[in-house]
């Protein structure tokens, strides 16, 4: 089990959406405060084995900042100065994406579940790794256009979250035309519709956050239709789901991080920018975290947080996104500055499941001895 030290607080995740009128009125909900922070020297920063690449205009890239970065199975793809581009993972060299489908004010691109999702001020997608564009058809809005900025699907269902709260469509089918329409809103209509940020889809759970000051994560489990605010009442960029790893990104309140489904969560706060979490990539053995002050990155099987960016003399300003070749143990991040790419000598962390796994496998058996240790036999 995760450590409880002053800069892990284990919260239990607050109740279902109906009971939300009850929130501050006693029980065992509990408003998440401020937490002692944990500075990067207190972490332990690691430097070694690491480095950080800059590829900028040599590959294709323009000089300036890079909102959003994903990864697809072959290819990388950027959003830069609101254009989308793509490359081959193994040989940066990026071209831009030129559809009419796509929409203006591009700030992020997505990739879950089959579907690659272009999002701006409107929404596209593509059901053949980007060979192709739709654009979605959105509900008319009297105070112009929404701005989308996450999206993934279940089955036939299709989610969008916007600054105007979060959009559906419930026969979702990614090679033919899509039309979006507005639900009720998620707390309540007494708050209103919030702006979502975020769109994660696993384990037949939808999970969702928003930022402001009525910020959440919520989740839908798909079976029984039926929302749940797991933290009501607290700002959160971003939700990235793994297998049983939930892990939220906060404005301020560093990274929330679950391994039990969402049962239970960990707070982390590192403190000053780096407790701004705006990006998550997780892996079968590690995650990677773009915050204002840099990134972070966390082996499971270690349990060891390591802070990189300033600390090797590279400050590329609040890191927007990240996305993890786990494979290549290569993380590629939006930056102000352009695309940083981060890489850690040697092989990936390996996943403590499969380990775990392998250690019982060769566990002793019901006559004893150890097992796996020839050395010691005979």
């Known amino acids: 089990m995760p450590d409880q030290s002053r800069n892990h607080r284990r919260i239990i995740p607050a109740v279902c959406l109906l009971a939300l009128a009850c ?21 332990g920063v690691t430097t070694e084995d690491f480095h950080w690449e800059t590829p900028g205009e040599k590959v294709g890239l323009p000089a300036g900042a890079v909102s959003s970065v994903e990864l697809t199975p072959e290819e990388l793809w950027v959003v830069a100065e609101g ?34 999702w272009a999002l701006g001020r409107g929404a596209a997608y593509s059901a053949d790794l980007g060979s192709s564009w739709r654009a979605a058809r959105l509900p008319d809005r009297d105070d112009g256009d929404w701005t989308c900025f996450g999206a993934d699907l279940l089955g036939d269902d299709a989610y969008l979250g916007t600054d105007g709260g979060l959009l559906h469509d419930y026969s979702f089918n990614p090679r033919g035309n899509a039309a979006f329409q507005l639900g009720e809103p998620l707390m309540g209509n007494e708050i209103g519709h919030r702006r979502i940020t ?33 933290h009501p009442y607290d700002p959160f960029n971003r939700v990235e789901v793994s297998g049983e790893r939930v892990w939220v990104g906060s404005a301020g309140l560093g990274i ?18 780096w407790k701004n979490v705006n990006g998550i990539a997780l892996g079968l053995g590690a995650a990677w975290a773009a915050s204002d002050g840099g990134a972070i990155y966390y082996p499971y099987g270690e349990g060891q947080w390591e802070f990189h960016g300033v600390q090797e003399g590279a400050d590329f300003g609040a890191m927007a996104d990240v996305a993890f070749d786990e494979e ?6 939006a930056t102000p500055q352009g695309l940083a790419v981060g890489v850690k000598e040697g092989p990936p962390a390996p996943d403590p499941e499969a380990v775990e796994e392998a250690a019982e496998e060769g566990a002793p058996g019901e006559e004893g001895g150890e097992a796996g240790n020839p050395a010691e036999e005979g």
């Not at 929130?23 to 990067?40: F, K, N, R, V, W």
């Not at 490359?87 to 690659?116: Q, Y």
């Not at 290549?328 to 991040?333: R, W």
């Open 256 to 273: 929330f991080r679950s391994d039990d489904g969402g049962g239970s969560f960990y707070e982390v706060n590192p403190g000053g920018d």
């Open 83 to 116: 254009r989308l581009y793509r490359s081959a993972r193994t040989d940066l060299a990026f071209s831009p994406v030129d559809d009419s489908a796509l929409p203006t004010g591009l700030e992020r691109v997505e990739f879950g579940n089959g579907v690659l």
């Open 328 to 333: 290549a143990n290569t993380a590629y991040f």
């Open 198 to 230: 975020d769109v994660c889809v696993a384990e037949g759970m939808i999970w969702v956050v928003s930022p402001d000051e009525y910020g959440f994560l919520a989740k839908l489990d798909g079976e029984i239709g039926r929302w749940t605010m797991v």
């Open 23 to 43: 929130a501050g009125c006693g029980g065992d909900d509990e408003q998440i405060s401020e937490q002692a922070e944990l500075t990067p020297e207190e972490a």
